[in-house]
């Protein structure tokens, strides 16, 4: 079996060696091509084969993932014409007379892969999909995803199977995952990865083989350098020792085998270089120590002998040390092993840490868009409550002046049609002194409509000079005693900047008319390091820490995003029954230094 490893493509995978079998859950048809399309992708740029079942129905059809590869694969059409790839229709694949024929498609699959070897491909990789799957196959293909993934561990063939999450129940999931190395989930454009029963199965395994690892180590006697060594001389000096006593009791010994069985010894118990100490030493002893009549010259007869020893000898010396070797080799595996366990633990916890975030993200977001939407209607209801207001002052005031106007213009006009006399014009002459008070009436409605919609002050004479009049109008209007201290000058805001802004100061003071009950207001606006900053405080009775956050007032959250639109930012502080400060910090361009 090959080690090298493929690129997936897909970024929560990485790499993976041939005989990749898995399984992708997805949830809708661009979740499902954000996959397959790199997936193939980075099949083509590999040298393999390549075959695409599509289900070919309201899903996908074999056109529209032709079409969809063909925006990330330059040269398709070539791929196509080379045979480099095949997309295929899942029915045809899969289906003979309408019904799945599992022997059929693994015959199918064999040959493709034999056919792309010969042709010098790398391997194949194929992807197929159980859209069109129905209930009736469900075992069948079930059977059919076993055999799979028992036979292409050793070959060059790497598959990955696509689900639709819609048609998928609980024990379907679970019948997938039991059939395929690992699964990874696409919902909304986000990844997971799911534990398959084979993952808990290899962690079972690893946790056996780390206890059977650990049983051998311990059966395993760790002996020093010094003991294995020492063994050396003690066993040629005893060998030594029996030899000299034998001579001089018995008048006779076997010295060459009493020194083997030292050799043999020091091998065994210390390993191949304490047994080549003991040669030494043996070799030693016979030429300074031993009586000058023995040396290793010995009879015919006693030749045999002195070979089974010394193949004795090599036996037990190869067999230590091969004893040793596979000690040592298991240990290393199991601190692999332990690696490896270590790992899959921080792997685990990330994934959990990231599965967390991303359904806190989830939350906040499904928060936001309430709160957003929420928003929208307070103020398109709030649009609405406003053209009413207006069309109605229009209307009542508006118009009935100049109904006004029109009625005296034209009873006037019927007066002067005839002639006259003094009495008449001195009547015509209030009329008209009537009509310019009315006129005047009417264009002060009008200017006080048109402010309310936007002040003239804020395109005339700028920011602040329109902040000082609206703060006249509050303290007028509310009876609540302000402070206006705005130091600005010389900044440069766009329209848009500058009617935010304003929008947001009054929106300050309308809560502050409307809940802090405050009897004095502060505002304070000027250039700080490069930000505008905008300050309302009052010595109301305060917000509490919930109210601050402004998830439940929507003209809080309504000033926030008008700050962030324009690039600024809303902070509140506030303690209860001491009152409340706004402040509004924008990054200004071409501000006074």
């Known amino acids: 079996m090959a080690t090298e490893l493929r690129k997936t493509g897909i970024s929560v995978?990485?790499?993976?060696?041939w005989g990749t079998h898995f399984c992708h859950f997805y949830e809708t048809k661009q979740d499902l091509l954000d996959t397959l399309v790199p997936y193939?992708?980075?099949g083509l740029e590999s040298k393999e084969f390549c075959v695409w079942v599509v289900s070919d129905s309201d899903l996908i059809t074999v056109a529209e993932a032709k079409g969809a590869l063909a925006q990330a694969v330059p040269g398709l059409d070539r791929h196509l014409a080379a045979g480099n790839i095949e997309v295929l229709n899942g029915l045809d694949w899969y289906l003979e007379k309408n019904v799945f024929n599992l022997e059929k498609v693994m015959s199918a699959w064999d040959a493709k892969l034999k056919r792309a070897l010969d042709l010098g491909y790398e391997g194949m990789r194929v992807s197929g999909d159980a859209f069109w799957l129905r209930e009736k196959d469900w075992k069948d293909f079930c059977a059919y995803e076993k055999q799979l993934n028992d036979s292409i561990t050793d070959r060059h063939m790497n598959v990955l199977c696509t689900y639709p999450l819609t048609k998928s129940g609980a024990a379907e999931i679970l019948d997938v995952a039991q059939t395929h190395q690992f699964a990874i989930a696409r919902r909304q454009g986000e990844w997971e990865v799911i534990k398959s029963l084979e993952l808990i199965q290899a962690k079972a395994e690893i946790k056996r083989l780390n206890q059977a690892l650990q049983s051998i180590t311990d059966r395993t006697p760790q002996r020093s350098a010094i003991l294995r060594y020492g063994m050396a001389f003690l066993s040629v000096t005893a060998a030594l020792i029996i030899a000299m006593w034998m001579e001089?009791?018995?008048?006779?010994?076997?010295?060459?085998?009493?020194?083997?069985?030292?050799?043999?010894?020091s091998a065994w118990f210390g390993g191949v270089r304490p047994g080549l100490l003991s040669i030494a030493l043996s070799l030693f002893a016979f030429a300074y120590i031993l009586p000058p009549n023995y040396s290793f010259a010995v009879e015919t007869r006693e030749i045999p002998r002195l070979f089974i020893f010394a193949l004795s000898a090599l036996f037990v010396a190869l067999l230590s040390?091969?004893?040793?070797?596979?000690?040592?080799?298991?240990?290393?595996a199991r601190d692999v092993l332990d690696g490896t366990v270590q790992e899959l633990k921080r792997t685990n916890v990330a994934l959990?840490?990231?599965?967390?975030?991303?359904?806190?993200?989830?939350?906040?977001?499904n928060a936001t868009s309430e709160q957003l939407r929420a928003l929208s209607a307070s103020l398109q209801s709030a649009r609405e409550a406003e053209g009413s207001r207006i069309a109605r002052e229009i209307h009542d005031e508006l118009g009935s002046m100049l109904t006004t106007l029109k009625w005296d213009v034209e009873e006037i006009q019927k007066t002067l049609s005839t002639p006259v006399d003094h009495s008449q014009?001195?009547?015509?002459?209030?009329?008209?002194?009537?009509?310019?008070?009315l006129t005047d009436m009417s264009v002060s409605t009008l200017r006080r409509i048109a402010s309310e919609l936007r002040p003239s002050v804020l395109d005339d004479l700028g920011l602040a000079a329109a902040i000082e009049w609206q703060t006249q109008q509050f303290q007028a209007r509310a009876g609540i005693t302000c402070d206006c201290d705005c130091s600005l000058e010389n900044i440069e805001l766009s329209t848009e900047q500058s009617t935010a802004v304003f929008r947001i100061f009054q929106e300050a003071l309308t809560n502050v008319l409307r809940h802090a009950r405050a009897t004095r207001v502060d505002i304070k606006i000027n250039e700080e390091n490069g930000y505008l900053v905008l300050s309302v405080s009052d010595n109301g009775i305060g917000m509490k820490d919930g109210e601050i956050s402004g998830t439940e007032s929507l003209g809080l959250l309504g000033m926030r995003e008008r700050a962030h639109l324009i690039g600024g930012e809303i902070s509140i502080t506030s303690v209860e029954g001491q009152g409340t400060v706004i402040n509004l910090r924008l990054p200004i361009a071409g501000a006074a230094r």
Do not use: W, Y
């Not at 076997?254 to 010894?265: I, N, Q, T």
């Not at 040390?321 to 290393?332: G, Y």
């Not at 014009?425 to 008070?437: D, N, S, W, Y």
């Open 40 to 42: 193939f992708k980075a």
């Open 425 to 437: 014009l001195v009547a015509v002459r209030e009329k008209l002194q009537g009509l310019i008070k």
């Open 248 to 265: 001089s009791v018995l008048q006779s010994a076997p010295h060459v085998s009493l020194f083997l069985c030292a050799v043999m010894l």
């Open 321 to 332: 040390a091969t004893q040793r070797n596979k000690a040592e080799s298991l240990r290393h």
């Open 352 to 365: 959990q840490a990231e599965i967390t975030e991303r359904k806190h993200a989830e939350e906040t977001v």
């Open 13 to 17: 995978i990485g790499d993976m060696p």
